[in-house]
């Protein structure tokens, strides 16, 4: 079994105030201290590993850490250990929506014998966290960052890369308006819904309906997104459909996305080269959609 350190503070104050008269006028100075009071306990760690899943139905609003926070309770009851030790999570999304699930893997662990903390007990926290640790139970102090200095540096956070072969995929679903027009349109809007995942390349599929005064048209697109620095995206693709005026269109597209956390917004520019047609219909469009 191996066993590892923990350390719990308590903390309580006690203000301490003086006076001091000269004549008629009276100072008073309120001097800063504190006392600090740690116990210790023996972290008795099991040599088996204990798992557990967690599944979910698609939700946008969704978050994959709050899945995993819930695994690890969920193998935390099904062991009755207090902590879980070098958890290692697998996590499965089965597509646009249909959910996914977490499955975490660790070994259980428990608090025992718990005491107040010695010299020795002090030694080692303070070798382990490189940081000043408190052999006395009790220790005036007129610093009020002490408590401070017992706490393990932060860690600075890893930068993010998006190279291919990480898991940094982002999937995404917009809901495009589009206004078509040319010379023989009048009137021409367009609605439609556009899904999509990528990592430093990915792909997208948009459908989306055209209508005007005289026609309606349905045209499917497809093709390649690529992700740029600060949030940004471009994509390109191609398609056919019925498009306007009424006649099969093949439609060429592109167009840009910004991120703004879990949020998109899009512009493009699509045109449809009508067979029947020397004239084609241009159709800028603009979107708005949910990454997950």
Same mark, same amino acid.
């Given at each position: +079994? =191996?066993?590892?350190?923990?350390? *719990?503070?308590? @903390? *309580? $104050? /006690?203000?301490?105030?003086?006076?001091?008269? @000269? =004549?008629?006028?009276? !100072?008073?100075?309120?001097?800063?201290?504190? /006392?600090?009071?740690?116990? /210790?306990?023996?972290?008795?760690?099991?040599e088996s590993l204990v798992s557990a899943t967690v599944s979910w139905n698609w939700n946008p609003f969704n978050r994959i850490s709050?899945?995993?926070?819930?695994?690890?309770?969920?193998?935390? =009851?099904?062991s009755g250990a207090d902590v879980l030790v070098e958890p290692i999570y697998e996590i499965n999304k089965r597509g646009l929506f249909r959910g996914g699930s977490v499955t975490v893997t660790g070994h259980p662990a428990t608090f #025992? !014998? *718990?005491r107040p903390m010695t010299e020795k007990d002090a030694e080692i926290i303070a070798t382990m966290k490189n940081k000043v640790a408190v052999?006395?139970?009790? @220790?005036?102090?007129?610093a009020p960052s002490f408590l401070d200095k017992l706490r393990p540096a932060k860690e600075p956070k890893p930068k993010k890369s @998006?190279?291919?072969?990480?898991? !940094?995929s982002k999937s995404f679903i917009?809901?495009? %308006?589009? *206004?078509?027009?040319?010379?023989?349109?009048?009137? $021409? #809007?367009?609605? $439609?819904? +556009? %899904? $999509?995942s990528y990592n430093t390349w990915g792909w997208y599929a948009k459908a989306s309906i055209d209508w005007s005064e005289d026609d309606t048209g349905f045209l499917i697109t497809g093709g390649a997104i690529r992700r740029l620095p600060l949030n940004f995206s471009v994509f390109a693709g191609l398609g056919v459909g019925k498009g306007l005026p009424d006649a099969f269109t093949i439609p060429i597209e592109l167009g840009v996305?910004? !991120?703004?956390? =879990?949020f998109n917004i899009m512009l493009g520019y699509q045109y449809g080269i009508n067979c029947n047609s020397d004239a084609g219909a241009s159709k800028p469009f603009i979107g708005l959609g949910y990454n997950f």
């Amino acid at each position: +079994m =191996r066993k590892g350190l923990i350390l *719990f503070v308590a @903390i *309580f $104050g /006690v203000v301490l105030s003086s006076c001091t008269t @000269i =004549r008629d006028t009276a !100072n008073t100075v309120t001097p800063e201290s504190m /006392v600090v009071n740690m116990t /210790v306990a023996d972290l008795d760690v099991d040599e088996s590993l204990v798992s557990a899943t967690v599944s979910w139905n698609w939700n946008p609003f969704n978050r994959i850490s709050s899945k995993k926070s819930a695994a690890d309770m969920a193998a935390l =009851r099904e062991s009755g250990a207090d902590v879980l030790v070098e958890p290692i999570y697998e996590i499965n999304k089965r597509g646009l929506f249909r959910g996914g699930s977490v499955t975490v893997t660790g070994h259980p662990a428990t608090f #025992k !014998n *718990f005491r107040p903390m010695t010299e020795k007990d002090a030694e080692i926290i303070a070798t382990m966290k490189n940081k000043v640790a408190v052999a006395t139970p009790a @220790i005036p102090t007129s610093a009020p960052s002490f408590l401070d200095k017992l706490r393990p540096a932060k860690e600075p956070k890893p930068k993010k890369s @998006i190279s291919l072969g990480e898991d !940094n995929s982002k999937s995404f679903i917009d809901l495009i %308006y589009g *206004f078509p027009s040319s010379s023989d349109i009048d009137g $021409g #809007k367009s609605l $439609g819904v +556009m %899904y $999509g995942s990528y990592n430093t390349w990915g792909w997208y599929a948009k459908a989306s309906i055209d209508w005007s005064e005289d026609d309606t048209g349905f045209l499917i697109t497809g093709g390649a997104i690529r992700r740029l620095p600060l949030n940004f995206s471009v994509f390109a693709g191609l398609g056919v459909g019925k498009g306007l005026p009424d006649a099969f269109t093949i439609p060429i597209e592109l167009g840009v996305k910004w !991120n703004l956390k =879990r949020f998109n917004i899009m512009l493009g520019y699509q045109y449809g080269i009508n067979c029947n047609s020397d004239a084609g219909a241009s159709k800028p469009f603009i979107g708005l959609g949910y990454n997950f």
